[in-house]
């Protein structure tokens, strides 16, 4: 079994859907999910899945606690789904290329900091964008430049609101991270 961690920041719906996706499975298990704040929505759906979920600060996770946390814990992976914190230098020594996040929009475009959530889909819309879609990508010391695992698309078309192109890339995020995840970890 490969035991598998999710950071989450926000609502954490990717996080339910992919603990969702591998409830059965014999090779991959999610012991808890992690946040950096204690008011996010994840924690709900943990609670409903009846998964422990924990809050660390910003600071827990310069200082090495949240290594230590995880180390603790055996954990294999990790999983950035929606986690707005940007990785420390601690994290990404002890998990070189083990550590994977969704970007909702296709990378290099509309990267970077600041570049997270609606902010993103506001981007797509207002620059005239054709398409836009999901990137999974490996995560290292800067936001959104790791290297790139899989890409979707989906189209953008003339009066779609930043909100109907969410929806979009949300269910490309829902039918290709669980899959993709489950390929990269069966090779660790
Ligand atoms: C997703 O769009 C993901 O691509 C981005 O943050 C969003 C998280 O949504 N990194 P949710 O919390 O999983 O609903």
Same mark, same amino acid.
């Given at each position: 079994?490969?035991?598998?961690?999710?950071?989450?920041?926000?609502?954490?719906?990717?996080?339910?859907?992919?603990?969702?996706?591998?409830?059965?499975?014999?090779?991959?298990?999610?012991?808890?999910?992690?946040?950096?704040?204690?008011?996010?929505?994840?924690?709900?759906?943990?609670?409903?899945?009846?998964?422990?979920?924990?809050?660390?600060?910003?600071?827990?996770?310069?200082?090495?606690?949240?290594?230590?946390?995880?180390?603790?814990?055996?954990?294999?992976?990790?999983?950035?789904?929606?986690?707005?914190?940007?990785?420390?230098?601690?994290?990404?020594?002890?998990?070189?290329?083990?550590?994977?996040?969704?970007?909702?929009?296709?990378?290099? *475009?509309?990267?970077?900091?600041?570049?997270?959530?609606?902010?993103?889909?506001? @981007?797509? %819309?207002?620059?005239? =964008?054709? /398409?836009?879609?999901?990137?999974?990508?490996?995560?290292?010391?800067?936001?959104?430049?790791?290297?790139?695992?899989?890409?979707? *698309?989906?189209?953008?078309?003339?009066?779609?609101?930043?909100?109907?192109?969410? @929806?979009? %890339?949300?269910?490309? =995020?829902? /039918?290709?991270?669980?899959?993709?995840?489950?390929?990269?970890?069966?090779?660790?």
């Amino acid at each position: 079994m490969k035991r598998i961690t999710l950071f989450a920041s926000g609502s954490g719906s990717n996080a339910e859907n992919i603990i969702r996706y591998f409830r059965n499975s014999n090779e991959l298990e999610f012991p808890f999910v992690i946040s950096n704040r204690s008011d996010a929505f994840v924690h709900e759906r943990a609670k409903q899945l009846n998964i422990p979920s924990h809050t660390f600060k910003k600071s827990d996770f310069e200082n090495g606690e949240v290594l230590n946390f995880l180390k603790d814990n055996n954990i294999d992976f990790i999983v950035l789904a929606g986690f707005l914190l940007k990785i420390p230098g601690n994290l990404l020594e002890a998990y070189p290329d083990r550590i994977v996040n969704i970007h909702p929009a296709l990378l290099p *475009k509309f990267g970077g900091k600041g570049m997270y959530g609606s902010h993103v889909h506001e @981007a797509v %819309v207002a620059s005239g =964008e054709k /398409e836009s879609g999901i990137t999974i990508h490996y995560v290292n010391e800067n936001y959104d430049e790791g290297q790139v695992i899989f890409q979707a *698309k989906c189209a953008v078309l003339a009066g779609d609101s930043a909100d109907d192109v969410a @929806a979009k %890339v949300h269910d490309l =995020e829902y /039918e290709h991270f669980p899959r993709v995840i489950g390929e990269i970890v069966s090779r660790i």
